[in-house]
């Protein structure tokens, strides 16, 4: 059974928290390919990432790509997210998991600029 | 003159901070309806926001477009990002500033997300 992880940073402010909520909500309504969808923050919000991904696991998750919601390579997406993943690995060995390149990677990314800027 | 200035968090991972420039290399590259193109970090790198602002105003823009890119609207984004295009207006009285909404809120970015997971 195949599962996304949404790992974005976590904020403060609720409403920040709320949106990527609302997002992966709308990830899971869309159909994709994979079986269950969930998030989890990195920091300063709940669930974790160790919590989601343990629940992914324990909800019959096999293989769970972690995409890291993040728009830049610093310190959290070298650093922390592999962590935390290699934590997940750890706990959880009949799971494999599989880091994604962190979302500012994109192949697409320039058009979503452009079109975002078109749309103001 | 219409100008877009890119505003990114700001890494201490220069690569990281290099993804952004090389980004905005690219947006200039892409002849889009800016005839300026720069970027600003908010903390942690160069330039800062006053600089680019700066920068752009004295090159003649007339209409500064500020782009904030980040996903979440945390306090960055509710607080410190507008207090800085305030200042840039009061320096700059001469010059439009418009902020726009961050890149999270683009109306593709669930597209966006599936195509990143699609290329896995």
């Known amino acids: 059974m195949k599962a996304l992880l949404l790992v974005a940073h976590g904020s403060r402010r609720e409403s920040s928290n709320d949106e990527i909520r609302a ?4 990830i899971r309504a869309a159909r994709c390919r ?8 990195l920091e300063m919000a709940e669930p974790d990432i160790a919590a989601s991904g343990g629940r992914l696991a324990a909800a019959g998750a096999t293989d769970i790509v972690v995409l890291p919601y993040f ?4 310190k959290h997406l070298r650093a ?9 690995e750890a ?7 599989t ?3 962190h ?6 990314m ?8 078109d749309a103001l």
């Open 110 to 117: 320039l058009r979503l600029i452009h079109e975002h800027l």
């Open 91 to 97: 706990q959880h060995p009949a799971v494999r998991f």
């Open 99 to 101: 880091l994604a390149p």
């Open 23 to 26: 997002l992966t909500a709308q």
């Open 34 to 41: 994979f079986d269950l969808v969930e998030h989890a923050f």
């Open 71 to 74: 728009l830049a390579a610093g």
């Open 80 to 88: 922390d997210i592999p962590a935390e993943v290699a934590q997940l």
């Open 103 to 108: 979302l500012g990677a994109a192949a697409n």
